[in-house]
Each structure stands twice: as C-alpha cells, then as structure tokens.
C-alpha cells in the first residue's frame, strides 16, 4: 500500500460512503462547512468502499449504516485491513447496544445517529482519528450493555439544572436562538447560561466546552467517549 497523501495544513480528509444521493448530498455539506474537515473523493455506496478509499485517500471515512448493516459492516472491516490507519465513523439508525457493540468490533470508531448535529459529527471525526471510541451522547446504554456507564464531567461549581439543559441542547450543535425556542427562555438568557458554563468548566468557548464533555465519557474500555450526557450538580434555578 502506497503512503496516504499527506494532510493540508492539518485538515481531516473525508470520505463519504452512503447510499442515498440524498444524504451523500448532507454529509458532504456537513463535512465541508465544518472547520478542520474536507471532503474528499467521489461520495458512493460502502459497497465500493475500498475503490474510492484507494482514489481519495481519507484520514477518515463516514459511513451510513442503515438497512443494509451487514454488507456495510463488512466494507468496514475490509477498509480497517487495507488502510488501518483511517478512522470510520458511521451514521446509524439503530440505538440497540448490541448493534452498537456489532459495529465497534467492525472497526467503526465513531458510532453516532442519522439525527446527528454537525458539530457532534466533526468531533466524533477528529475523536476517532486521535484513537477515541465515540457513541452518540443520545443512545442509552445502560440497559443491557456489555460497558459501564461513563462518567460524568463535575465541574468545581455544579451547574444548574437550567445550565445543564443548556449544555445538552450546545452537544446537538444547537444555535443560542434555536436553544432559547427550545427551552422557552430568551436568547439573551441563552447567552448568559452559555456564559457561566463555560465559566464553570474552564472553557475557551462553545466547542471547547463540548470536546470536554465528550472527552470526559471514559468508560472502562480505552480510549471511548460514550454515553449519556448527564452533566448536572446542584439542582439550583436558573
């Protein structure tokens, strides 16, 4: 196998790997609009996955993983042994932890739902690249799941309940505007929770304080970033 071709000014090179031209279409949006990404290659269907990995050579690879599953799972292992150092992240419907555990054993590094923010996307991309485990912070995996629940993130001041609600609503990549209709309260009210979050758990700005929240999800198997995003303290108004 010939050397990758080498990263421009440390942008994350991404294949897109999808049935539907329709969302082929979103990703490539998503992946291009979002910094320190760009899509690369020709999008197609994971049944020609390792073609267009040859052509396009990506640092990472997003992946649907729909009806389809068992075919795609198998591309994804056919990609992990022809160039193991790139990164899969896969799109998926299904929440079943079995499901989940099925596709981390493929290969796939970054387990997220079709519904996923993009901001949640670049960092399930640049995670599973830095060697990190991540699952979408919307799947329960405390039912019957073969990992203990992660951890959370306890800021030295407890956020407020309100806070916490806030800070759910940054993790899906939301707008202050779209969090104020969301939680009925008014975008200046959005700002200032925004504010003592970032405050609270000592971060530059919004996607600081997410990588933070994604990055303190450290179960017991190395390197995962999962779960809920349960990040609360003192029940506290706001």
Not at 83 to 105: G, H, K, M, R, W
Not at 160 to 188: H, K, P, W
Request: hydrophobic share 45%.
């Amino acid at each position: 196998m010939s050397a990758p071709l080498a990263n421009t000014r440390g942008v994350t090179r991404v294949l897109i790997l999808a049935d539907a031209p329709v969302l082929r279409r979103g990703l490539l949006s998503m992946i291009n609009e979002t910094a320190g990404l760009q899509a690369v290659g020709t999008p197609g269907e994971a049944r020609r996955a390792l073609t267009l990995a040859e052509s396009a050579r990506p640092d990472a690879v997003v992946v649907e993983l729909g009806s389809g599953r068992a075919e795609t799972l198998n591309a994804c292992r056919d990609l992990r042994r022809r160039f193991p150092q790139v990164a899969i992240v896969a799109l998926a419907t299904s929440e079943d932890p079995a499901v989940v555990n099925e596709a981390l054993a493929a290969g796939v590094r970054g387990y997220l739902l079709m519904n996923t923010s993009p901001t949640l996307l670049g960092w399930a991309v640049l995670a599973a690249r830095a060697g990190r485990t991540v699952v979408d912070p919307q799947i329960r995996r405390t039912e019957g799941a073969t990992e203990p629940v992660a951890k959370e993130l306890t800021p030295s001041v407890p956020l407020t309940r309100r806070e916490a609600d806030v800070l759910d609503e940054l993790i899906q990549g939301q707008s202050n505007r779209q969090i104020g209709r969301n939680l009925f309260i008014s975008e200046d009210t959005v700002k200032s929770h925004v504010k003592a979050i970032l405050r609270k758990l000592g971060a530059r700005d919004r996607a600081h304080a997410v990588s933070l929240v994604l990055s303190a999800r450290n179960p017991a198997r190395p390197g995962c970033t999962c779960g809920a995003h349960a990040l609360t303290g003192t029940p506290a108004g706001a």
